[in-house]
């Protein structure tokens, strides 16, 4: 086995045997299926969703799922669909040439690829494997390796009651449920050996836990996700991949302890021997210890198997919120990563000293993220911002003199532009900036071009987008209404109300405290008063609390209270159960994309990215990305004060975002010439597609982790 080869027998064979429920003309489409290269290739989600549209919104857009259980009539039709078919053969050739192009970049050997390793992996809605940012981030870097063919391999965890899906009761209060996926069902394949599975084994509380290995074609870049749910394992070793960020400490250490040691195991036992680690985020700390057992078994001291193991870990925080960040009791450590003392020739007091910012202080609970910090060479933070925070929180591990010297670098994030740029926006700089403009997205000189787009085109577009997403709000809010159980009166007006023309403000994310999302209640009169008249807004919400946050689900319960104001009903809509499916049509069809994070606590921020790749200006808090992004041409900024009491600052920030809508938003996007274009709104938007696209794409990050990151472990 190898990197190229692990796993890619056992998907084609998952792909003949699909194809053998089909037509035989029909092949491609199986084939098509289970490399989710379909997914940020123009046409592909249409291809399915035209054998039969109302399954493939029903089963999630999973396309082996559709295949699986789409009627034989159905498929009989397809068969006989000329067009379509012969669509499908040649979305399968053009995936073909390009799998078939060498995996390499100068310099970077396609036998030793770099080893991203992730709790969460947001490839596609139907792979329901993260939570938020962290995730859609991994999946977005998976996609940019594939597009520009670096050597890279993700590995993760296959969890199979995923993520929670959302509920909000009529009392506005958030209920969780989790939808099991059969991984049968899913675009992958259990990796054999000599026709069995593909086993490997990890030492989690004392026991001896086997997991199977998935793998998931990303383009040209495998994901290879873990799975205990083997028969062989006790039931409480089964639930390990149960649930992504699992309610209860002890299951999070041991995924933990899965990810980090079995994602070495893995490796291993797939034959691939990685260049470099990447740990994104501290779950995946135990990775660079696994590596420097493997040093001890081989002879080397305890002190000289870190060295080794550390030259070769590169180590990316994501957050600096205490949550992101948790720590766990010595105690519970020592009896999840069982034997991982002996492993590593050592004592628990020194492994315990690794993951702690003061190693003797017995009082400091250890902590994920510290043990990465020192088991890492190269490490960073995710924008120039939370570089400069990161190396503050982190000065004393370091024992530096001042923040500067503290060896925390930083890549800002960038977001996947095929993923998230809607069609109308890519065919639009196509025509206008030649057909490789994303190859040449860093090009300064390539953007100039923008400016031939002309202004109708570009206001056109951009009331398409805002038309699409009206049409998804009025169908997403009746239903989740209905299942609320809300009044006819109030059903009935999300059914007409939402308007295409009206400007649309968007706010959706992991509802975290940080986020703020009670900054639009703080002076409601004044809130409300914006709904109202011809030049009036609507607000379009989205959020996931986290399960046991019960604090985030009060804010939005808070908000829930609003609805007895008779304004609200045609003009707020709270969609239920955000995911990647629902922010594609949001972040496109939003004109200002709002977000007001507690600063300095947004490490990043991807969504707004995301938005003004589509032409939506955002309005936020000079923050993690926006502070350099924003430019006063791309959107509007919030200069946060970090110094106010908690309460103040909310006050502040509060005040300057309702100012800033009333007095400059709201009159911008209502300022039309005679044909009844915003000139200077769409001198904005067309700034904002060029910020975002230059400089927050998943290509330039790639890029620069290839600079900072890769060249230098
Ligand atoms: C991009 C994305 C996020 C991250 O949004 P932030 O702006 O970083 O909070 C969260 N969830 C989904 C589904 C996303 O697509």
Not at 301 to 307: I, N, R, S, V, W
Not at 399 to 409: L, R
Request: hydrophobic residues 40%.
């Amino acid at each position: 086995m190898s990197e190229k080869l692990a796993g890619a027998d056992d998907l084609r064979v998952a792909a003949d045997q699909l194809a053998a429920r089909l037509p035989s003309n029909m092949a491609p489409f199986a084939r098509i299926a289970f490399n989710y290269r379909w997914c940020w290739t123009t046409g592909g989600d249409a291809l399915f969703a035209a054998i039969d549209p109302w399954r493939w919104a029903a089963c999630g857009r999973n396309p082996v799922r559709l295949l699986q259980e789409v009627p034989t009539s159905a498929l009989e039709e397809v068969s006989t669909n000329r067009e379509l078919i012969r669509e499908a053969y040649s979305l399968e050739e053009c995936i073909a040439v390009e799998s078939s192009a060498p995996r390499t970049v100068d310099g970077f050997d396609p036998d030793h690829p770099v080893a991203f390793l992730c709790a969460e992996f947001g490839v596609h809605g139907s792979l329901p494997i993260y939570s938020g940012g962290l995730g859609v981030l991994a999946g977005d870097l998976l996609k940019a390796a594939s597009d520009a063919a670096f050597p890279l391999v993700g590995i993760g965890l296959l969890y199979w009651q995923g993520y929670f899906r959302q509920r909000m009761d009529i009392s506005g209060w958030q209920n969780e449920y989790w939808v099991e996926s059969d991984a049968p069902r899913l675009p992958g394949a259990r990796i054999t050996h000599d026709g069995a599975p593909l086993e490997i084994h990890v030492p989690i509380r004392g026991r001896d836990v086997t997991a199977h290995v998935w793998r998931f074609s990303i383009g040209r870049t495998p994901l290879f996700l873990l799975d205990t749910n083997v028969l062989s394992n006790a039931p409480i070793d089964r639930w390990i991949t149960s649930r992504l960020y699992a309610g209860d400490r002890d299951t999070r250490l041991a995924q933990y302890a899965l990810l980090g040691i079995g994602g070495i195991r893995a490796l291993r036992a797939m034959e691939i021997d990685p260049a470099l680690i990447h740990l994104n985020e501290g779950h995946a700390a135990l990775a660079s210890l696994e590596l420097a057992s493997e040093q001890v078994a081989e002879g080397f001291t305890f002190e000289e198997a870190l060295g080794r193991a550390r030259a070769s870990t590169i180590f990316t925080t994501h957050t600096p919120v205490p949550a992101g960040n948790e720590r766990y009791s010595a105690e519970e450590m020592h009896r999840v990563f069982s034997g991982l003392d002996e492993r590593l020739a050592t004592t628990w007091s020194e492994l315990e000293g690794l993951a702690r910012v003061h190693p003797g202080d017995a009082e400091e609970l250890p902590g994920m993220t510290c043990l990465a910090l020192r088991m890492s060479e190269v490490r960073n933070g995710v924008s120039q911002r939370h570089g400069a925070v990161a190396r503050g929180i982190w000065r004393p591990l370091f024992g530096s003199k001042s923040d500067e010297t503290v060896p925390i670098g930083h890549v800002t994030n960038g977001v996947h532009v095929s993923t998230w740029m809607a069609e109308p926006v890519r065919s639009l700089l196509t025509r206008y900036l030649g057909h490789d403009w994303e190859q040449r997205s860093l090009q300064p000189e390539l953007w100039e071009l923008l400016d031939d787009v002309p202004d109708e085109e570009l206001w056109a577009v951009r009331c398409e987008l805002r038309r699409r997403l009206v049409d998804y709000v009025r169908e997403h809010a009746t239903m989740d209404r209905l299942a609320r159980g809300e009044a006819p009166d109030y059903v009935e007006q999300a059914q007409h109300a939402f308007d295409p023309d009206r400007l649309t403000l968007g706010f959706a994310r992991r509802l975290a405290t940080y986020k703020r999302l009670h900054l639009f209640s703080i002076n409601l009169p004044r809130a409300l008063d914006l709904l109202e008249g011809p030049e009036s807004i609507q607000i379009l919400l989205a959020g996931k609390a986290h399960p046991s946050d019960d604090e985030a689900k009060r804010v939005v319960q808070g908000l829930f209270t609003v609805r007895s104001d008779s304004r609200v009903g045609e003009r707020i809509a709270y969609l239920h159960d955000y995911d990647m499916h629902m922010a594609r049509f949001l972040v496109s069809g939003c004109d200002v994309w709002v977000n007001t994070p507690r600063p300095p606590l947004e490490a990043s921020g991807t969504s707004g990215m995301k938005a003004a790749l589509n032409g939506a200006l955002n309005l936020s808090v000079l923050d993690g990305w926006w502070i350099e992004a924003h430019d006063g041409t791309n959107g509007w900024g919030i200069q946060g004060d970090e110094n106010l009491d908690p309460h103040d600052q909310d006050e502040r920030d509060a005040r300057a975002l309702l100012d800033l809508l009333e007095k400059e938003v709201i009159p911008l996007f209502h300022d039309r010439d005679e044909n009844g274009v915003p000139r200077a709104w769409i001198q904005r938007v067309r700034s904002s597609i060029r910020v975002a696209a230059q400089g927050f794409s998943a290509r330039r990050m790639l890029a620069d982790y290839v600079d900072r990151a890769y060249s230098s472990g």
